[in-house]
């Protein structure tokens, strides 16, 4: 059964610090492996890592991927309260006809001022 | 461009009542989803159409929730009767394309549902 596996579950930082979020994953026919913001209740898109090794980056956000130990990292520095949120990974499973996202619980991030 | 748009946002029943919610995706996106998402949990497929037709209701409980998707617009999640567990955030998304494609998916705000 596919499952992708975050941690920690919950983080309380201080604005300027640095986090590191995980994430693992077993996902058959894997693709790609995505990180979405959920803030509130609406999950936003942050990245989409197909490739290992290469890291993207989205000012203070960045992620790599490392598909030899099925692991992806988000990164983000100077945290701000406005960083507050859960993030969320989740594995493509690219079998079938469509594709099928598998989602992880979430890292729920708290920035105090 | 305007988002996923999702009502109600709030609904609260009581056991074995029904309840639907509904959903219009961006304009132009042919596949639509709805996930369901139980506090603390990540997100999970309940069905998936393309254009008015469904592609994936692998994990959709057929006995009390049914959905539509009408002239492959807006949809329609109903649940009938309800039960405790089904106290969650339902989420809509669409896509241009499908996720084998490459597509991003774009999320509405959700409804939240508690079952009393």
Known sequence: EDKVVQSPLSLVVHEGDTVTLNCSYEVTNFRSLLWYKQEKKAPTFLFMLTSSGIEKKSGRLSSILDKKELFSILNITATQTGDSAVYLCAGLNYGGSQGNLIFGKGTKLSVKP | EAGVAQSPRYKIIEKRQSVAFWCNPISGHATLYWYQQILGQGPKLLIQF????????????KDRFSAERLKGVDSTLKIQPAKLEDSAVYLCASSRGTLRANEKLFFGSGTQLSVL
Do not use: E, F
């Open chain 2, 50 to 61: 393309q254009n008015n037709g469904v592609v994936d209701d692998s994990q959709l409980p």
